[in-house]
């Protein structure tokens, strides 16, 4: 991933809780650089306090403009709206592990973005239908007319959710491991040992007709590029 360094660039406001508090080069306010990272993954965790108490949820993210969307059933989702509900929302691309030649120096390397929040509910029927498509057609391209149409119950017991991408920060880690200067001349390997999750050949289920036309939307693609 390229960074560009160009003054001119649109960047999000550094708040309390985005400002990084340690290892704060490693931080990214750009949204070219934000934006990237959430389209490169779409799972994403939903932190958010429930009656006085921490919780977390994992569900899929997508971004439209400078909101993320993410969806969940409708009784889940209630208590995540209203002033007093703010959200946290966590994407993170693991890209390898980091060896070096003393234990504390071991590390990471990945791509992450947090936003913080209070999320929007998007009520209108309509609208929900379209971000659905929007959704579904962002990961298979050309699926949503294949597919059997969506009952009006399905709508409604589904709800949608966004944030907008203000108040937000990336943090990345790259590169080989930094040793103490007198660590270097220690007799054991030091690297990256690189990971990667690729998507696979398709599995049908017993239902599917072997005439049907197998899909190809993302094979050999893989996740975090």
Not at 9 to 24: A, H
Not at 38 to 44: E, F, G, V
Not at 109 to 126: C, K, L, Q, W
Request: aromatic share 8%; glycine share 6%.
């Amino acid at each position: 991933m390229q960074h560009c360094e160009n003054t001119t660039m649109t960047t999000v406001n550094t708040t309390i809780r985005t400002k990084l508090s340690r290892l704060p080069e490693r931080g990214r306010f750009d949204t070219e650089t934000i934006h990237a990272i959430l389209d490169a993954m779409p799972m994403c965790h939903v932190a958010y306090m429930r009656e006085g108490k921490p919780a977390i949820v994992p569900t899929l993210q997508w971004r439209e403009g400078d909101r993320v969307f993410w969806h969940g059933s409708t009784g889940a989702a209630s208590h995540l709206t209203g002033q007093e509900n703010d959200v946290c929302l966590n994407v993170c691309v693991f890209d390898g592990l980091v060896l070096a030649r003393s234990a504390f120096h071991h590390s990471a390397n990945y791509r992450s973005v947090t936003i913080f929040g209070t999320p929007e509910a998007v009520i209108e029927h309509d609208e929900k239908t379209q971000l659905m498509k929007n959704f579904v057609e962002g990961l298979f391209p050309g699926r949503w007319d294949q597919l059997r149409p969506l009952k009006d119950k399905e709508v409604r017991a589904t709800s949608i959710l966004s944030l907008p991408i203000t108040e937000a920060s990336a943090k990345i880690r790259t590169g080989l491991p930094v040793d103490e200067d007198e660590d270097y001349a220690y007799n054991v390997w030091a690297g990256v040992l690189p990971i990667s999750s690729q998507f696979d050949e398709p599995e049908a289920d017993e239902f599917t007709a072997a005439d049907v036309e197998r899909p190809d939307y993302l094979v050999g693609r893989t996740i975090g590029e």
